[in-house]
């Protein structure tokens, strides 16, 4: 069982930035490929970014490439999102996922329980 748990969300300017964290529950934190999601009202939740279990290797959606960088601290059991540039369409509850063998779209075993980011325009 892996409990985990999301902060750093919050109300943001349009080019602004947030780092978000998620600290998982747990000794086995570094067997897992960590990711995030995004969930905008309305809209079904989406995959934004995921590294592999020892952070040799991200994976980003084409929507965050270049703005958004994901890493972990195994030590600490958690994982971050560093994300800059914020845009307006950014603004979502975000999620985070841990999986034992998935990594990207797919990643379904844990799940936060969110931290809502909203950028203004």
């Known amino acids: 069982q892996v409990r985990l748990v999301e902060s750093g969300g919050g109300l943001v300017q349009a080019g602004g930035s947030l780092r978000l964290s998620c600290a998982a529950s747990g000794r086995t934190f570094s067997s897992y490929h960590m990711g995030w999601f995004r969930q905008a009202p309305g809209k079904e939740r989406d995959f934004v970014s995921a590294?592999?279990?020892?952070?040799?290797?991200?994976y980003y959606a084409a929507s965050v490439t270049g703005r958004f960088t994901i890493s972990r601290d195994n030590a600490k059991n958690t994982v971050y999102l560093q994300m800059n540039n914020l845009k307006p369409e950014d603004t979502a509850v975000y999620y985070c996922?841990?999986?034992?063998?998935?990594?990207?779209?797919?990643?379904?075993?844990?799940w936060g329980q969110g931290t809502q980011v909203t950028v203004s325009s």
């Open positions: 590294i592999t279990r020892r952070g040799d290797n991200t």
């Open positions: 996922a841990a999986d034992l063998v998935r990594i990207g779209a797919l990643m379904d075993d844990y």
